[in-house]
């Protein structure tokens, strides 16, 4: 049947020094006559005599590095409660460091938490070092929801009986008057047909050209010519010809204004 203890001390050796049994009643907070030990625990074949989490605390004295292996670690995690701690004491050769990390790693792996060197102590080129771990409160393996924490918006409360503003009304006598177009003259309008006063289609323009040419309204909208050779551009008209310095056109057809020299 399984056991309860306040404290555990388990060794590979064949006794275990009353002062590690001291450090560790004074870390788990309990008196010396609390501490339940087993020596030679290789010989249980990686089995403890204690309930699930049934122990508060552990400690592990080791002689040999190999003998803290993961069903050890696997162990004492099992018999300690949630929460519960575990100091491990090797000793080892002074200017040997890899032992230390080893342990530190064996909890790590096994699940133990603020794994740390607690103390250090140096006699006869070997060194005694004390690694201290923790249990975490929570069991392994275990799973729970994740609730996302949604920030509740603002409450705006809306009283139907407030009036609504007319959007109307913001509107001021110049914003609803029509806006007025700028007249545009049309040049084509009128017996006429002259250019506007503020004429800006060009008409204007190509009236000055004509009129600097001395060609009448009937000589720009029909075009004809004696020789037919007019509308071929100035290379084949006579020295006297009235459509000399205009671009070739075509007779018959309205002379196009842009096609008017300045």
Same mark, same amino acid.
């Given at each position: 049947?399984?056991?309860?203890?306040?404290?555990?001390?388990?060794?590979?050796?064949?006794?275990?020094?009353?002062?590690?049994?001291g450090d560790l009643a004074a870390a788990a907070g309990v008196s010396r006559?609390?501490?339940?030990?087993?020596?030679?625990?290789?010989?249980?074949?990686?089995?403890?005599?204690?309930?699930?989490?049934?122990?508060? /605390? #552990?400690?592990?004295?080791? =002689?040999?590095?190999?003998?803290?292996? *993961?069903? $050890?670690?696997? +162990?004492? @995690?099992?018999?300690?409660?949630?929460?519960?701690?575990?100091?491990?004491?090797?000793?080892?050769?002074s200017a040997d460091q890899k032992p230390n990390n080893y342990i530190e790693?064996?909890?790590?792996?096994?699940?133990?938490?603020?794994?740390?060197?607690?103390?250090?102590?140096?006699?006869?080129?070997?060194q005694s070092v004390t690694i201290k771990a923790k249990k975490p409160s929570?069991?392994?393996?275990?799973?729970?929801?994740?609730?996302? /924490? #949604?920030?509740?918006?603002? =409450?705006?409360?809306?009283?139907?009986? *407030?009036? $609504?503003?007319? +959007?109307? @009304?913001?509107?001021?006598?110049?914003?609803?008057?029509?806006?007025?177009?700028?007249?545009?003259?049309?040049?084509?309008?009128?017996?006429?047909?002259?250019?506007?006063?503020?004429?800006?289609?060009?008409?204007?323009?190509?009236?000055?050209?004509?009129?600097?040419?001395?060609?009448?309204?009937?000589?720009?909208?029909?075009?004809?010519?004696?020789?037919?050779?007019?509308?071929?551009?100035?290379?084949?008209?006579?020295?006297?010809?009235?459509?000399?310095?205009?671009?070739?056109?075509?007779?018959?057809?309205?002379?196009?204004?842009?096609?008017?020299?300045?």
């Amino acid at each position: 049947a399984g056991h309860m203890a306040a404290a555990l001390a388990v060794t590979d050796e064949l006794a275990l020094p009353l002062r590690a049994v001291g450090d560790l009643a004074a870390a788990a907070g309990v008196s010396r006559e609390e501490v339940v030990v087993i020596t030679q625990c290789a010989s249980l074949g990686g089995k403890l005599p204690f309930d699930d989490a049934s122990v508060g /605390a #552990v400690l592990s004295v080791i =002689k040999k590095v190999e003998s803290f292996g *993961d069903k $050890l670690v696997a +162990e004492i @995690s099992r018999v300690l409660k949630a929460g519960g701690i575990v100091l491990v004491q090797s000793f080892t050769p002074s200017a040997d460091q890899k032992p230390n990390n080893y342990i530190e790693r064996q909890l790590l792996m096994g699940g133990f938490v603020e794994v740390q060197a607690s103390a250090t102590n140096s006699q006869d080129s070997v060194q005694s070092v004390t690694i201290k771990a923790k249990k975490p409160s929570w069991i392994m393996g275990s799973s729970f929801p994740l609730k996302k /924490a #949604v920030k509740a918006l603002p =409450k705006i409360e809306i009283d139907d009986d *407030d009036e $609504l503003i007319d +959007e109307d @009304s913001l509107l001021t006598e110049e914003d609803l008057k029509k806006p007025q177009l700028p007249v545009v003259g049309d040049c084509e309008v009128g017996a006429t047909k002259k250019a506007c006063k503020n004429c800006s289609c060009g008409r204007a323009e190509a009236e000055q050209k004509v009129e600097k040419l001395g060609l009448t309204a009937e000589q720009i909208d029909n075009p004809v010519s004696a020789c037919g050779s007019c509308g071929l551009g100035d290379a084949f008209r006579c020295s006297t010809c009235p459509y000399r310095g205009l671009a070739p056109f075509k007779l018959g057809e309205k002379v196009i204004n842009h096609s008017l020299p300045l």
